[in-house]
């Protein structure tokens, strides 16, 4: 009961074209910074020299087959590429801006660009403007698992609108018969799982009859733990809807997600 009054408060201040920190004022622990230019989608450098990544959300990539512009699957095309349109938007909020960052875990990445929630000088949150806008999508992580919540709740207005991201072919919400050779995509898909499949290595969700060729996710005992603490065993998600994201990987010639935290997994139908 209590997830679903969060996650109404969440869509409430989203309207208001606020987020839940923005309702109770910002942080006094956070790091007050002047933007000094977004280096793409969910990347931006302070004019200190830092570079920052937004936690919790994965832009499109011009390395990813983002370069060309927007593909609505009907032919029509947007002049931009959506990596491009992501870089735009957070130049927007970012340059010579005053922003207040709180950093997410204590190391940096291997280009020493540093993870953190990152907020305006009206404490709006930047991550959830882009997914609001359709900019981006929610990128779980060990690191990043309590920030989801409002996150996924911005993420749903652009989706339920088909913004941005959600009308492109390429990320939209996507059916398993959809996936393709999609391999070594982060892809978000929603259908219900048809049987689960234990073994030594772990757990696998499957999505169709046969299992040696049909989409799975998979499941590490330790990630099994988590996800029976909150409710969700394996055995009990199978008939019921529900939306996974993640890397899309080819093990065998089976496309597979692997869940690595529990909140790359959300039930749509309980």
């Known amino acids: 009961m209590w997830r679903i009054v969060r996650i109404v408060a969440c869509l409430f201040f989203l309207a208001l074209g606020l987020d839940t920190a923005a309702a109770a004022g910002c942080d006094d622990a956070a790091i007050a910074?002047?933007?000094?230019?977004?280096?793409?989608?969910?990347?931006?450098?302070?004019?200190?020299?830092?570079?920052?990544?937004?936690?919790?959300?994965?832009?499109?990539?011009?390395?990813?087959?983002?370069?060309a512009p927007l593909d609505a699957g009907d032919g029509r095309r947007s002049r931009a590429s959506p990596a491009d349109d992501a870089q735009a938007a957070l130049d927007a909020l970012v340059l010579r801006r005053a922003l207040r960052l709180i950093p997410v875990g204590a190391a940096a990445d291997r280009h020493a660009r540093r993870l953190a929630i990152a907020r305006d000088a009206s404490c709006r949150s930047l991550a959830e403007r882009l997914l609001a806008d359709g900019h981006a999508r929610v990128y779980p992580t060990f690191v990043t698992r309590s920030l989801v919540p409002p996150l996924y709740a911005a993420e749903a207005?652009?989706?339920?609108?088909?913004?941005?991201?959600?009308?492109?072919?390429?990320?939209?919400?996507?059916?398993?018969?959809?996936?393709?050779?999609?391999?070594d995509s982060y892809v978000v898909v929603e259908e219900r799982p048809q049987s689960v499949i234990t073994g030594r290595a772990g757990t696998t969700l499957s999505f169709g009859d046969d299992r040696r060729r049909d989409f799975g996710v998979t499941i590490e005992p330790k990630v099994r733990k988590l996800l029976a603490a909150a409710g969700l065993e394996p055995a009990v998600l199978v008939g019921r809807r529900i939306r996974v994201r993640g890397w899309l990987r080819n093990r065998g010639g089976v496309p597979v997600i692997e869940l690595a935290v529990p909140e790359q997994l959300e039930v749509v139908e309980r």
């Open 157 to 183: 207005m652009a989706r339920a609108a088909t913004r941005g991201l959600w009308a492109d072919s390429r990320y939209r919400l996507l059916h398993p018969s959809e996936i393709g050779a999609r391999f």
């Open 33 to 67: 910074v002047t933007g000094a230019r977004a280096l793409d989608g969910d990347t931006f450098r302070t004019d200190d020299g830092q570079e920052w990544r937004l936690a919790g959300v994965l832009a499109p990539k011009r390395g990813d087959g983002a370069r």
